[in-house]
């Protein structure tokens, strides 16, 4: 647990260089200019320096989780591509999402992309979900076989080797799903990255009837 949470928090302070929505490169951004950037390595922050044209960048993502978006066709309009693009953000805090006015948890997420013209973004965190309930029920597997192991060790001395048995084929079930479990959330944590690279300025949402809630109350509105 203390390894992923340092994993967690390490990962944050990085600024991620978007070269496309499968291509990135970790690194400490130095310098940000109308025709390159300038950047080191993540892995060799004592190292060089190396610059990169801006036509070569989709997206900057800053260790703040704030993003920088870049259009190579037009150099002179990326600030106003950025700001359009921001405005368009999906946004993650823990396993809340955020999109505009909407919180979603994660079923929610999955559901609203389905509404969005972005299939790799939600082919990924569907993959994400599912893997995540792989993991959390091969966790309740391993659970029950661990607690009847334990049950049979202190109620029936005579099937002692059984109870044993059964504690350790649930305890490898639980060590087993926790790698699953963690590749599943990081899938989903990455298809923000993956969306507002590759689909936040250019997605166009289908038409769906959603409950919102606002200090007037529920209602029904329908997004188009």
């Known amino acids: 647990m203390l390894f992923v949470v340092a994993s967690t928090l390490l990962a944050t302070a990085q600024d991620v260089i978007f070269l496309g929505a499968n291509d990135s490169i970790v690194a400490k951004v130095v310098s940000v200019g109308t025709s390159e950037i300038t950047y080191k390595k993540w892995s060799n922050l004592e190292g060089p320096a190396y610059s990169i044209s801006v036509n070569q960048i989709a997206a900057i993502r800053y260790a703040n989780g704030t993003y920088d978006f870049f259009n190579s ?33 994660k079923q929610a997420t999955l559901e609203w992309l389905s509404t969005q013209n972005c299939p790799t973004a939600y082919a990924q965190f569907k993959q994400g979900l599912n893997l995540s309930k792989g993991g959390w029920f091969i966790m ?85």
């Not at 368009?88 to 909407?102: A, H, I, K, P, V």
């Not at 919102?212 to 329908?222: C, D, E, F, M």
């Open 73 to 105: 066709k037009n150099t002179s309009s990326q600030q106003e591509t950025s700001s359009s693009a921001n405005k368009m953000q999906l946004t993650r805090s823990g396993n809340t999402y955020y999109y505009g006015n909407q919180v979603m948890n």
């Open 140 to 224: 309740a597997i391993g659970l029950g076989l661990d607690l009847g192991g334990f049950i049979i060790l202190g109620t029936q001395p005579e099937n002692k080797t059984i109870g044993a048995i059964l504690s350790g084929i649930g305890a490898a079930f639980e060590i087993a799903c926790i790698p699953t479990i963690a590749v599943g959330y990081s899938k989903m944590h990455q298809t923000v990255n993956v969306y507002n690279v590759s689909c936040a300025a250019t997605a166009q949402v289908k038409p769906y009837w959603s409950l919102q809630t606002s200090n007037n109350g529920i209602g029904l509105a329908y997004n188009f």
